[in-house]
């Protein structure tokens, strides 16, 4: 019998679960810089000097040209040749937005530009919502088939299939139509994967339920998927504007007639004869517009993108 006076010892557990709960812990402790460095002074003041110079970097690269651009559009075209990054030598000049809009016709190209991303975008939502429904949610015998077929055009670069292309827009008659620019760059696999891949995260028994109630696959989609997939719509619709409103080569080549061009061909059509400084407030004009775009619907893009990568559990 145990001494009732004798002091008593802990008891060190050593089981599985204490194991992973020391494992856990050290796990998240784990970093470049742990939190017993940063208790210094010097230190923490390096790093956090370190991560203010990177983001300034960053900020630097990609907003810079931005910001260039739009002291370019407002500055003199002697200002900008003899002083690229000087502030406004001989004042501002708004009035270059509104040369650039009716001298050069900036006002028609974006109306044309909106007229083809707009078609590019009905094209890609339709494309992708289908073809990723039947991959996803009917399943064909002949699926695997069918995806390996979209999937094997991410690997074709788009600059050999352009004379093909051409030639069957041609034969098809359909050169100098927006019909030329909507269908071939409507469809995307890229759209069709991100698609396919939001529509598997939905539980089989919502589809199994309509269907024991008597819903046929349009009523499903329709009824069912698409109210629950407007998040990833809504991000396959902006990636087909962007992609749609920065393209050059292809409505180029389909569109010949400057009064269809996009507002990407105008630019380079009457830059040879137009004013620089007028030149560079229409290419301001057509950078503002999908960024305020982007701004307007970020927050509905990244809640999208994000659901996009969810996996079933």
């Known amino acids: 019998m145990a001494d009732a006076g004798a002091p008593r010892t802990a008891t060190l557990v050593t089981g599985p679960s204490s194991r992973r709960r020391t494992a856990g812990s050290r796990s998240l402790e784990r970093s470049n810089v742990s939190d017993a460095d940063l208790s210094r002074r010097g230190t923490r003041i390096g790093f956090r000097l370190l991560i203010g110079a990177a983001i300034a970097l960053l900020v630097t690269i990609s907003a810079g040209p931005l910001l260039w651009l739009a002291k370019s559009a407002v500055s003199t075209t002697q200002d900008i040749l003899s002083d690229p990054f000087g502030w406004w030598p001989s004042g501002i000049q708004l009035g270059n937005l509104a040369d650039a809009w009716n001298q050069i016709q900036i006002g028609r190209f974006t109306l044309n530009s909106l007229i083809v991303t707009s078609g590019e975008v009905v094209v890609a939502v339709f494309a992708a919502v289908t073809l990723g429904y039947v991959l996803a949610v009917l399943r064909p015998r002949y699926g695997a088939v069918l995806n390996g077929a979209i999937m094997a055009t991410l690997f074709i670069p788009g600059v050999i299939s352009l004379i093909p292309l051409y030639l069957t827009v041609i034969d098809l008659g359909l050169l100098d139509s927006y019909w030329a620019v909507w269908l071939p760059n409507g469809v995307s696999a890229f759209n069709v994967l991100i698609m ?58 389909a569109l010949p007639s400057p009064a269809k061009q996009p507002l990407s061909v105008g630019l380079s059509t009457v830059a040879p004869q137009a004013d620089l400084a007028v030149l560079m407030a229409g290419m301001l004009i057509a950078v503002l517009i999908p960024l305020a775009v982007f701004l307007v619907f970020q927050k509905q893009f990244l809640t999208g993108a994000g659901s996009a990568g969810a996996v079933k559990g």
């Not at 109630?213 to 499903?220: K, N, Y």
């Open 196 to 253: 396919k891949q939001y529509f598997q995260t939905i539980p089989r028994e919502v589809f199994e339920a309509a269907r024991v109630d008597g819903a046929g696959p349009i009523r499903v989609l329709w009824s069912i998927v698409l109210p629950m997939a407007r998040p990833i719509v809504g991000v396959v619709a902006l990636l087909a504007f962007v992609a749609s409103w920065k393209d050059f080569l292809w409505p180029l080549l």
